[in-house]
């Protein structure tokens, strides 16, 4: 493995410890060169989920990219790192499981919602807003009449 600060392949692995789930490892390494400490994360993959867009397009389902738009929404929310990274698994795991090489944004977002709800309601509605073009109160009325 790498180091990310002076690009050294004179690694050591320092702790290894599964996550709550079990289906991530993560690891602690320090760089014998320079003597810095990072993380790095292990994951089984059984296939790849390739994503459609709404152009058409075809890309990997990039878990980082999700989490982002969902760190984005959930911006001075009580809810932690941890706990969204264990929300993109389970959304990528349930497409997993369910047999999908392909799905589409739709999709994902729908997968979203449900989950993001249960975790932060507020996030919930934050990215329910974006996903869903929000243009006036009425929209973000519906929401709250009908999710809450």
Do not use: W
Not at 37 to 46: A, Q
Request: hydrophobic share 30%; aromatic share 8%.
């Amino acid at each position: 493995m790498k180091c990310p600060f002076c690009g050294s392949e004179d690694t050591q692995v320092k702790d290894s410890r599964p996550s709550e789930d079990g289906k991530v490892i993560r690891r602690r390494r320090e760089c014998n060169d320079c003597n810095r400490r990072f993380t790095t994360f292990e994951r089984f993959e059984v296939q790849q989920v390739i994503v459609v867009k709404r152009d058409d397009r075809r890309e990997l389902f990039d878990r980082d990219k999700l989490v982002h738009s969902l760190m984005m929404a959930l911006r001075k929310r009580p809810v932690d790192r941890e706990q969204v990274y264990r929300l993109v698994g389970e959304i990528e795991q349930d497409f997993i499981e369910e047999g999908k090489s392909e799905v589409t944004s739709r999709d994902i977002g729908d997968a979203v919602l449900p989950k993001l709800k249960e975790l932060d309601f507020v996030g919930f509605v934050r990215y329910a807003s974006v996903y869903n073009s929000f243009n006036n109160e009425q929209d973000f009325r519906k929401i709250m009449l009908n999710e809450s």
